[in-house]
Each structure stands twice: as structure tokens, then as C-alpha cells.
């Protein structure tokens, strides 16, 4: 499933900030961009794992165009994760 991932530009001194909106609570960080994306499929599939043992649903991913407008994520970098949800 693709999960759209916010990221929050980083710098020199500060690290790459990843949100997952379709995720409550879930969110992530890395050094670099690409640390970031891989950190962030990372801390979806823990999210997930936590989820299915408490036999919760699993949430759907939503189209990044969802969030697009949305002023919490004004100025963040739009990407997606691809995280295989078939054994949670």
C-alpha cells in the first residue's frame, strides 16, 4: 500500500521530519531525505504491527491530493512509501 508521508525540509543542523497522516501518532525523522522515506516505512510498519496485535484495522492509505490544501502541511515535501500491509 502506498502511505503518502509528509517531509518537513531539513538543513545542515537540523534533520528531515516525516509525518504520517493516515497514521495517527506515526511520524519519523532522518538525517537525509532518503534516510527519511526509509525511516518512515520503518515506523509504518512498526505502527502497523502494534495495530494487528491489538486486532485493530489496519488504516487505508489515502492519495496524497488529499492533504495537498491542507494548511498543517503547508511547505512540506510530498512523498509516498510502499508498505506491504498483506501479512499485518
Known amino acids: 500500500m502506498l502511505y503518502p508521508i509528509a517531509v518537513e525540509k531539513g538543513s545542515i543542523n537540523e534533520a528531515y521530519g516525516v509525518i504520517v497522516p493516515d497514521i495517527h501518532g506515526c511520524f519519523s525523522a532522518g538525517d537525509t531525505f532518503e534516510e527519511a522515506l526509509n ?8 505502527h502497523l504491527e502494534i495495530l494487528a496485535k ?4 489496519i488504516p487505508l492509505a489515502s492519495e496524497v491530493s488529499r492533504f495537498l490544501d491542507d494548511e498543517n502541511f503547508k511547505g512540506f515535501i510530498w512523498a509516498v512509501v510502499d508498505v506491504d500491509v498483506n501479512h499485518y
Not at 39 to 46: P, Y
Not at 54 to 57: I, R
Open 54 to 57: 491489538k486486532k485493530k484495522n
Open 39 to 46: 525511516n518512515a516505512k520503518e515506523a509504518i510498519a512498526d
